[in-house]
């Protein structure tokens, strides 16, 4: 089994490789590994936006991925927050 350990392209967490899942459409290179969470967003995009022309996937993907981006830092930081008052 391979358990490397791998980077999520969008929340940057990290995990197994072959935990890792597929980012088209949002993410162009097929050498790109999302994680689980991430996937949730890429599956439903891979729905909603099906027969999108393919340009304009391409810009609406850019703007989905920025969004999850940073939507996953402030959700860090808010975590890492309520670590600290709970550390305290
Ligand atoms: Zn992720």
Redesign the pocket.
Known sequence: MNDKIIE?K????KMREFESNNPQPLLPDFNDR??R??NDYVTASRVVLRGMEPHSLEVLGGFIVNIMKVA?SLKNSREQYVKQMEEE
């Open positions: 999520c969008i929340c940057n967490n999302v994680c969470d991430c996953s």
